[in-house]
């Protein structure tokens, strides 16, 4: 089974919508933490935002929010007043039980191409 | 701040032939991975370093590949006798060593772009 499914290939959003991508995950693990990345034409993955599968808050970093529904084991981005520089590729990963020093290895999804168009 | 840095961005050889791609890590971070991302997929795990220790290897990474970070700072990645099939984006991450994540989140370089012919 895919341990990280983004359903989405690719989504287009009109400049200042808000945007939700999918990302639902399979782990038997209690402690793990979600990423979302942002990879740019230019290649370079870019950190978002992080959730640990033991906070209570949905975790928040300016335009970026996750909706994190344990119970459902989705992680979902959404991205609040979209821009064109928004218009990139955005991969959720996982990192398993992560009270495991040695455990440090991400497991990413596909990704999603999100378009911003004007 | 300096982020990590990957040298060459890019790479044309003919296969059979060995390639040695770098990584420079954010200074202050002791780990250090390599990832490989193939089109349309997402980063998949090669290795990483804890200072100049390797401690995990994917079954990813077949014997014609090999990692170093031999004082445990930058590191090395060189794929010997390059088969068409190791063609993708190479990348490479960092992160500080720290009990409580995020603060040992994985900070990532721009990639080398192998392309094999």
């Known amino acids: 089974a895919q341990k990280i499914t983004q359903t989405q290939p690719g989504m287009f959003v009109q400049e200042k919508e808000a945007v939700t991508l999918d990302c639902t995950y399979d782990?038997?693990?209690?402690?793990?933490?979600l990423f979302w990345y942002k990879q740019p034409s230019s290649g370079e993955m870019i950190f978002l935002i992080y959730q640990g599968s033991y906070d209570e808050q949905n975790a928040t970093e300016g335009r970026y929010s996750l909706n994190f529904q344990k119970a459902r084991k989705s992680a979902n981005l959404v991205i609040s007043a979209s821009q064109l520089g928004d218009s990139a590729m955005y991969f959720c990963a996982m990192r398993e039980d992560i009270s495991n020093f040695g455990n440090e290895k991400l497991t990413f999804g596909t990704g999603t191409r999100l378009t911003i168009i004007p | 701040d300096t982020g990590v840095s990957q040298d060459p961005r890019h790479k044309i050889t003919k296969r059979g032939q060995n390639v040695t791609f770098r990584c420079d890590p954010i200074?202050?971070?002791?780990?250090l991975y390599w990832y490989r991302q193939t089109l349309g997929q997402g980063p998949e795990f090669l290795t990483y370093?804890?200072?100049?220790?390797?401690?995990?290897k994917s079954r990813l990474l077949s014997d014609r590949f090999s990692a170093e970070r031999p004082k445990g700072s930058f590191s090395t990645l060189e794929i010997q006798r390059t088969e068409q099939g190791d063609s993708a984006m190479y990348l490479c991450?960092?992160?500080?060593?720290?009990?409580?994540?995020?603060?040992?989140?994985?900070?990532f370089g721009p990639g080398t772009r192998l392309t094999v012919l």
């Open positions: 370093f804890q200072n100049e220790a390797q401690l995990e």
């Open positions: 200074s202050e971070h002791n780990r």
């Open positions: 991450a960092s992160s500080q060593l720290a009990e409580i994540p995020p603060a040992d989140t994985q900070y």
């Open positions: 782990t038997s693990d209690q402690s793990y933490g």
